[in-house]
């Protein structure tokens, strides 16, 4: 199998390298709210290049991908890729599936219109959150699922001419951005973010890994 993208040392210091080459990252990332329609966008890219940049992290949420179950639109992402080669740009892809900053925002509204298969995040008091579970398996499943659709039309369109150099997957992965933490601390609100989800399925996973826990003493 051909590897042309991939971290390995160069004096000293891991980089990317492509094509062999140590590649010098010089990128710029367009916000993902103006990237759904390709007017948005498209006018971008000569500024790109006039500040000098030699990649774009371009965001991909996945309800512009698949806005109907199964009814997969490419426009937006292949117009990207063509503009990208256009101007001589490598693209970094950022997957926007279920998760960004603890919101299902970039998900198709198939998804978070439907509460019963896509359960929500449930906090330590008992409210629902806006995030989607991320350990119940039907969400997991169908975001799998479009996700390796994904990547097969990547090797489709992309197999080739390695515009796609990377890819980052999610964005400011956390359950959900909590602002709440005990009166009077000093410790940076970070440390009081949710470190699990408390809906009925996660409550019973976890008293079930308790249980073996405790088994093995």
């Known amino acids: ?20 080459s140590p590649y010098l990252t010089l990128g710029i990332q367009y916000d993902y709210l103006n990237c759904t329609k390709i007017e948005d966008f498209d006018y971008l890219f000569e500024h790109t290049v006039s500040l000098g940049c030699n990649t774009l ?13 199964g009814k997969y639109k490419w426009e937006v992402l292949d117009h990207a890729i063509a503009r990208c080669r256009e101007f001589r740009l490598r693209m970094s892809l950022l997957w926007f599936g279920t998760n960004q900053g603890g919101s299902s925002r970039p998900a198709p509204a198939w998804v978070t219109s439907d509460k019963e298969g896509f359960p929500r995040i449930i906090d330590e008091k008992g409210r629902e959150r806006d995030g989607l579970c991320p350990n119940n398996r039907n969400t997991l499943e169908t975001e799998k699922k479009s996700f390796n659709k994904l990547l097969s039309h990547l090797a489709e369109v992309d197999g080739k001419d390695h515009t796609v150099i990377m890819m980052q997957i999610e964005n400011e992965v956390c359950l959900y951005m909590s602002h709440e933490q005990p009166e009077g601390s000093q410790k940076p609100i970070l440390d009081f973010w949710p470190s699990r989800c408390y809906c009925s399925s996660c409550n019973a996973c976890m008293k079930k890994k308790a249980a073996a826990s405790l088994s093995l003493v």
Not at 62 to 69: A, G, Q, S
């Open 57 to 69: 992290f371009f965001p991909l949420r996945w309800l512009v991908m698949e806005p109907e179950e």
């Open 1 to 20: 199998m051909e590897i042309w993208s991939e971290i390995k040392e160069y004096r000293g210091r891991n980089r990317i390298h492509i094509d062999n």
